[in-house]
């Protein structure tokens, strides 16, 4: 992975942990003071809530990537390591989809003379879901790099020994 890639990316994490940092904070405050701005008729307090944890499971995907991009750079992240930032990132994307799939439900009732709104929106959540096989899938193809690494490094024991 070339040094400007690393440099973007890590510029990209951090913008958007800040921003979520910040507006969760904000969000924590509209909750803790009591002072909510609105006044219409969704529950705005679950939604609040449920947002809040959301950037959390976002957040902690942005800090599993870091660590894998500094694998990454070390050429460490074919190793059994690298397995525990990659189980993070998939169940940060499934909290996501939960929490989506939450949102769907609270929304559903406001949606009596419209269904397909809360179609689309379980569409959207099955679509999280799917992310998060994506990635467990290439998290089987970096189990199998790992075990292809490992039987080569016993391969070239045996062969220093021979030699």
Do not use: C
């Not at 009591?34 to 219409?40: A, F, N, R």
């Not at 009732?109 to 679509?127: F, S, Y």
Request: aromatic letters at 6%; proline letters at 3%; hydrophobic letters at 60%.
């Amino acid at each position: 992975m070339g040094k400007l890639a690393v440099r973007a990316l890590r510029i990209v994490l951090v913008v958007v942990l800040a921003g979520t940092v910040f507006v969760q904070a904000l969000m924590v405050w509209v909750l803790v003071s009591g002072s909510d701005p609105e006044d219409g008729s969704l529950p705005l307090t679950p939604l609040r809530v449920i947002a809040i944890l959301g950037m959390l499971s976002g957040q902690v995907a942005l800090v599993s990537v870091w660590r894998l991009v500094t694998m990454v750079r070390r050429g460490t992240v074919f190793s059994h390591a690298a397995f525990r930032y990659v189980d993070a990132v998939i169940g940060a994307i499934v909290a996501a989809a939960l929490l989506w799939f939450a949102v769907t439900v609270l929304n559903a009732p406001g949606q009596r003379d419209d269904p397909g709104v809360t179609v689309i929106m379980g569409g959207i959540g099955l679509a999280i879901l799917g992310v998060a096989l994506i990635v467990y899938v290439l998290r089987m193809l970096l189990a199998q790099a790992v075990a292809r690494d490992v039987e080569a490094a016993q391969m070239q024991a045996e062969l220093d020994e021979v030699i």
